[in-house]
């Protein structure tokens, strides 16, 4: 008997509060603290969205929503540790309490659907760092990437054709739908890093369900770093649907599965106030956060991996 299958659910992590910023932020910049200024900008806005840190309550709720979900399926076939990258519980803490656990066998989830070496690959890199420390923790695997699993497609589906009821009827038939995920820096590009493709393809699933016609794709969030991100940003995208005519756009994140800083400022305060600047109708669509759809497929996600879903029974 081998026990039950540890599952790490993997996230960002955010800040415990404003008085945790500095140090989030330096975690974040790999020890380096950050220049006052850099501090009071990124301060300024967590104000704008009311001083609000809520991914960490949100990751722990997915990952409950996750292991009952499993549970359901397999009773005592699993259990779910959450670990985050820049804030506790941190991916090591919990990569110790999974061997103090006499977990053998485990399955690293990142809680973002699309692969890069700069994103999901971080995460890997920190889950070996931890086995690395010492002798006897669990033999991993790890889910690469989700983004096609159907009922995650379905359940975006589903939140678009909301969001594009909830534009205002005069903008809905002249409205373009921008898929967005977290922008990183353009050097991926030379090494032929599958995530600018997984979030085109994220676009073509999620509009070929709905018969959508206008579409487009758009990067979010990008670093105050000198070196060049991926483009376009999603505020050129506005505005240059706005030149063509169009008179909405409705925003899905697919690149991020909660609420936090990245959605509940950049979209919200920000790339909506380059929509009313331009004269366009905004909606964004709403997160997964613990939505229990969204859970059944992070069930049915893990599952796949494990062989654990017949392919005759995959959604
Ligand atoms: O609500 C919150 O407090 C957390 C919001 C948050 C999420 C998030 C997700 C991703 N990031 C990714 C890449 C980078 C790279 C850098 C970088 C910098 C920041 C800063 C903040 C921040 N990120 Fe983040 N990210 C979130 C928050 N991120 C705050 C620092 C200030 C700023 O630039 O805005 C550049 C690092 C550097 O300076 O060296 C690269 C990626 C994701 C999506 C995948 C994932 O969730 O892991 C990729 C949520």
Redesign the pocket.
């Known amino acids: 008997m081998s026990g039950p299958v540890g599952v790490l659910a993997m996230?960002?992590g955010?800040?415990a509060g404003p008085e945790d910023v500095e140090r989030?932020?330096t975690d974040?910049?790999?020890g380096r603290p950050p220049s006052p200024e850099a501090l009071a900008e990124?301060l300024a806005r967590y104000e704008a969205i009311g001083n609000r840190?809520p991914?960490t309550e949100i990751t722990l709720a997915q990952a409950r929503g996750l292991e009952e979900e499993l549970a359901r399926a397999e009773p005592g076939g699993f259990r779910v540790y959450v670990g985050m990258?820049h804030s506790p519980p941190f991916i090591r803490d919990a990569v110790a309490r999974m061997r103090a656990d006499g977990i053998l066998r485990a399955v690293g989830l990142?809680?973002?659907p699309h692969y890069?070496r700069?994103?999901v690959g971080t995460?890997v890199e920190r889950v070996r760092a931890a086995l690395a420390e010492s002798p006897g923790g669990p033999q991993f695997t790890f889910v690469e990437s989700w983004y096609g699993h159907p009922p995650f497609v379905e359940f975006l589906a589903s939140r678009v054709a909301e969001a594009l009821a909830r534009l205002p009827e005069e903008a809905r038939g002249r409205s373009v739908v921008v898929f967005t995920a977290?922008s990183?820096?353009a050097r991926i590009l030379d090494e032929g890093d599958p995530y600018p493709r997984q979030l085109e393809e994220t676009a073509a699933l999620v509009s070929a369900r709905l018969g959508l016609a206008h579409v487009r794709t758009a990067w979010q969030?990008a670093?105050?770093?000198p070196e060049p991100w991926l483009g376009p940003d999603l505020g050129e995208v506005i505005e240059e649907a706005a030149a063509q005519g169009y008179r909405g756009v409705v925003v899905c994140p697919c690149?991020?599965v909660a609420d936090?800083?990245?959605v509940l400022y950049d979209l919200d305060i920000e790339a909506a106030g380059v929509a009313r600047a331009a004269g366009l109708a905004f909606v964004r669509t709403e997160s997964p956060n613990a939505h229990p759809a969204f859970v059944r497929a992070l069930a049915g996600v893990v599952l796949a991996h494990l062989g654990r879903i017949p392919a005759e029974a995959r959604p």
């Open positions: 996230s960002y955010t800040a989030y932020y974040i910049r790999g990124l840190f991914l990258k990142v809680l973002a890069s700069l994103s995460y977290h990183l820096p969030s670093g105050r770093t690149g991020f936090h800083l990245e």
